[in-house]
């Protein structure tokens, strides 16, 4: 069948949606918003980096711009979360097509420096932006019954949700939901075929006739605005934000780690690292301190780089056609 | 007037000194990024590492920073020399280096921070030295006085004699002659009978072991926590893409605009700016002019 994967897309979505009115737990919740918004970044850096080859260092950075320019919003507008996660992911997009323009100058490792550069130029700013709580970061109250469409939201007892963390948790699964789609329909177009011979050799691409510099402005923009969306969010799920918990390392790290241990071929592959090492450094976290957590992501991330270049998709696929010979 | 040329004087005096100090930091990273090619991004957590290293020798034993960093270069030469060897086997033979090299040294940079971050904690450290907080005033006119830090003096002389030997023996010696070779070609060289694996071995051994030095100078000049390295990032890319890549005194040069400018802004407009000043100045050079000041093609390739 044609749209198979669209419902089954569907069918997940009112899967989170029967979730968050059945678990009563909301711990869960907690962890589960985490492991999504990983899902997210590891399939926006995959779109750049996994298709078209351009190694983004500076995840942190559109996630980042995503959540602050929430938290301006909501200083200035005092508006609900949806429109804040559009207004990061339009905001990180543009850092995105900006980002897309110093690919005409810079390849390989000097675009992935770039990256790194604008991310602490970023943090910089905004430690020095009082607006938005500067270096001292600024606490945020996440509105109290917020309406959708004359929708009332979170409410104990009249909202379609209890409280915040079930709304969070399933936005941020819907948001994962369409990413996943989107980089699934990118990998089976045009503008995913053309970022692979930009990756294999960007001189042969545009000889070819591939448009090389439009595929990449549109790569940088959409990951640029998935990120700002999976970021938008993150002020209302920390209550508090500082530019030392949005600009953290361990978002860049995890964003290359996961796509390079499920394998950076195909969208399945974002999809099971984060899976795997969300799911672990979540539960790891509950027993053992948060810095060993990020040692054993390092560590992985090195050692699946050396023995497993394709990860595990990569790993699966070899086997396969191994038995089948 | 008389205070604002004051201002000025001691800014450009602290930045020339600073300078010097990020030339120490940045050779090695010219070795290893310029002249081999090898995009060693963990370079400034090797410097903290060897900082951390410096502190332990001397908040144990008392010795020296200076004599500690001494002391750790062999240890990460061979740290040096252990990791070219993984990088080669496995990402340089098979051609593969560009995006897995990239996450191979992301990966090590982290596992160094958190480690240390883990053995260490996030507090600032510090070492103590007879040249530690002492300076030198000297009057140089009616309500203008220059004031060295003798901890930046220090870090200076050190960088400059360092910085110094790594170029004359890179320009003067058999064995630095064939490390350029290499950048420039590495056929002809094979066809001489050298084997250009083992000179980038130990030219990337070379790189590495200069953190053990640069470390102690960094933690002579300001106090330390792991992920300090992440800012000094900045700095030493920045310095090794200015100056022109693998061009040494390029990089000196380098360092000192960038020591300037960092102490300019960091005088004029707060410290706490500082660390956009050389993130500004790489990105602005990586993009209007990434074959840096001095110095041979980058960026394109």
Known sequence: MKYTFEII????????????????NQFYFFIGFVILQYMVMATAWNILGGYGGYVNFGSAGFLATGAYTAVALINFLDVGLVEQMVAGGVIAGLLGLATGYLTLRLRGVYFAIATLALAIILETIVAHWDYVGGAAGTSILPKRKPELFGELIVDRKAGIFENYKEYLFFLMGTVAIISVWVARYIENSKLGRGLNAIKDSEEAAECMGVPTLRLKLIATTISGAMMGVAGAPLASYLTFI??????NLEYAINAIAMPMIGGTISWAGPVIGALLLGTAQQVSSLWIQSELNLLIVGVVLVVFVIIAPEGIIGWFRKSRQGSGR | MAIFIDLLLNALVIGILLGGFYAALSIGLSIT????????????????LGAFIAFLLNSTWGIDPILAGIISTPFFFILGWLIYQVYYNVFEKSGAESLRGLAFFFGLLFIIEVGLIIQFGVDHRLVEAPYIG??????????????????????FVVAAIATLSIHFYLTKTFFGRA??????DMMALRLMGVDPIRVKRIAFALGVATAGIGGALMIIVLPIE??????YLGNVFAIVVLGGLGSMSGTLLAAVIIGIAESIVATFFGPSWAPAVSFGILLAVLAFRPEGLFGKTAGAH
């Not at chain 2, 081999?36 to 400034?44: C, R, T, W, Y």
């Not at chain 2, 005033?137 to 003096?153: K, S, T, W």
């Not at chain 2, 490390?179 to 420039?184: E, H």
């Open chain 1, 9 to 24: 897309c569907m069918l997940l979505i009112v899967g989170l949606f029967v979730l968050t009115q059945v678990i009563g």
């Open chain 1, 242 to 247: 500082d530019p030392l918990s949005a600009f």
């Open chain 2, 33 to 48: 990024f310029g002249l081999l090619d090898v995009v060693n991004i963990a370079h400034p957590t090797m410097l903290v």
């Open chain 2, 134 to 155: 002492e300076s030198w005033n000297i009057v140089v006119g009616e309500e203008i006085d220059v004031a060295i830090p003798f901890r930046l003096l220090v870090a």
């Open chain 2, 179 to 184: 490390v350029r070779a290499v950048a420039q």
């Open chain 2, 226 to 231: 792991p992920s300090v390295g992440r800012l």
